[in-house]
């Protein structure tokens, strides 16, 4: 199969651009490099240098093949920076997947995949596993964008025969097993590879949003999922869009508090994390952990690295490999291919 894949030089994409391959797929990508790094696309495949905002240049590389399907992660994705610039958020991550849908539409593309997001379930605190049934009640302008993009997949499959599956990640972290791909986001955000970078002393300690959060130990819980189980829940859902669109939560249905995530980066590298208490951060709900029972039972999917030190033990053996990230890599064998 032939796939288009937005977003595929970021840290979602990226990986699950490894998982087409892997599956023997054609793949190209189409990134505007804002976020994402040359070096993430793999040697050899083709890379579009575009930016969603430009339609024409967006359909000209929706128009150029036959695409089996198209898997959509190109957005902005930091709750805590969609509460200092809403409308920013807002435009550019309806606006981009707009311009994407339309084209998949007018070019006749049967199938999208959507990287949702748990922030879908923002509002007031859940304290149980949340199915795809709960109501949609977005706590941050970030999620409330992705919500919105929900809603334009479903009028393209209603009048515009473009089936979607919206996967709703809950929290992403890890890197590819075989070492090919990591997590490096600039600014760096996200806690686990911020407790991993604060545990090689290479960030000044660990800053923790919040104690007194209704949860076990006062910090937030979060459901962390291996970015390599992730990626096969894309595949899984391509396979299984046949005449309707979907909406699974993807997640490991296992909470993990912020402060047992910093134990387990202790517990694998034998080394103390320094970190400090600091208030909560703006946008950030007690807890999310996803109730994935529905993508379990209708694609099969299983994940093979559920625990929380197989998702540490790749970040940080990346990030050893790669002290630098990206950055000291270089861009791959054969990918500049720009148009626009
Ligand atoms: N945290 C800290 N200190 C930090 C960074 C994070 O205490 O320096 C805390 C946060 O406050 C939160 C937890 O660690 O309680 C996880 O925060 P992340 O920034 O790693 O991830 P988020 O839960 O905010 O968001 C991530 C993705 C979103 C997605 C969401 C779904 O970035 O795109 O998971 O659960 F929507």
Known sequence: MRYLVTGGAGFVGSHTVLALLDGG???EVLDNLSTGHRAAVPGGTKLHVVDLLD?????AVVGSRAWDGVLHFAALSLVGDSMRDPFHYLRQN???ALNLIQSCVGHGVRKLVFSSTAALFGGPDRLEPIPETAPLLPGSPYGESKMLIERVLHWADAIGGLRSACLRYFNAAGADPQGRAGEDHRPETHLVPLTIDAMLGRRPPLRLFGDDYPTRDGSCIRDYIHV????????RALAQIDGRSLAYNVGNGLGYSNLEVIAAVERVSGRKVPWEPAPRRDGDPAMLVADATTLRRETGWTPAYADL?????????????????YAACGAPAEAGFAIG
Do not use: F, N
């Open 55 to 59: 339609r024409d240049a967006t359909d």
């Open 94 to 96: 309806y606006l981009t």
């Open 25 to 27: 797929h054609e793949v």
């Open 309 to 325: 030190e197989s998702i540490v033990r790749t970040a940080l053996a990346w990030r050893e490999a790669h002290p630098e990230g």
């Open 228 to 235: 390599t189980d992730l990626a096969d829940a894309h595949l």
